[in-house]
């Protein structure tokens, strides 16, 4: 089965700051990464495929990049409506896995 | 717009049975895989499996293995899955999401575009 581990677990940042986030997979999955985001008591809300194709209205300060075994998603200009919690997911076999989840703060 | 609409939350003690189901609207119910995925309190994502409902076959995480069903009623666009023998850390909210195309192909490995609002399950004696 292939692991999928973020970095950081937990990330605190400024309006306006440019914010990273990382996902290693324990194998190369190609380009199949998605990425997720998750708000307090709600489903996750489809974001990223392909490891840097963003999905239909997702705002435009979101980027993702990578290939192989690290990915990274970045946040250009961090907004207020930006707080959540952040996952990667492989779809390159299954099981499909995903990574812990970075959940981002806003100082 | 496309939706998942899941049934309420339910309380059951170890060693029985749920079911939860998923209702599909806003496109063609069998063109895609309906994943499951869960979420225990306060931890991440755990995929389960999913269910093709054209063909109704199922692929499912080894970890459920013989604890899981999952099945469908393609005449009201709904899917289900059962989950036997519960036990307490089987607490957690279930969600139903639609597999993604790649490319023309949408049963395939793929993302999970579309999600249902979650269905809180509690097991507790």
């Known amino acids: 089965d292939i692991q999928m581990t973020q970095s950081p677990s937990t990330l605190s940042a400024s309006v306006g700051d440019r914010v990273t986030i990382t996902c290693r997979a324990s194998?190369?999955?190609?380009?199949?990464l998605a990425w997720y985001q998750q708000k307090p008591g709600k489903a996750p809300k489809f974001m990223i495929y392909d490891a840097s194709s963003l999905e239909s209205g997702v705002p435009s300060r979101f980027s993702g990049s990578g290939s192989g075994t690290e990915f990274t998603l970045t946040i250009s200009s961090l907004q207020p409506d930006d707080l959540a919690t952040y996952y990667c997911q492989q779809y390159n076999s299954y099981p499909y896995s995903f990574g812990q989840g970075t959940k981002l703060e806003i100082k | 717009q496309v939706q998942l609409v899941q049934s309420g939350a339910e309380v059951k003690k170890p060693g029985a049975s749920v079911k939860v189901s998923c209702k599909a609207s806003g496109y063609t119910f069998t063109a895609f895989y309906m994943h499951w995925v869960r979420q225990a309190p306060g931890q991440g994502l755990e995929w389960m499996g999913w269910?093709?409902?054209?063909?109704?076959?199922?692929n499912f995480a080894q970890k459920f293995q013989g604890r899981v069903s999952m099945t469908r009623d393609t005449s009201i666009s709904t899917a289900y899955m059962e989950l036997d023998r519960l036990r307490s850390d089987d607490t957690a909210v279930y969600f139903c999401?639609?597999?993604?195309?790649?490319?023309?192909?949408?049963?395939?490995?793929?993302?999970?575009?579309?999600w249902g609002q979650g269905t809180q399950i509690t097991v507790s004696s």
């Open positions: 269910i093709n409902p054209n063909s109704g076959g199922t």
């Open positions: 999401t639609r597999g993604g195309c790649s490319g023309s192909d949408c049963f395939t490995e793929s993302n999970l575009d579309q």
């Open positions: 194998q190369s999955i190609s380009s199949w």
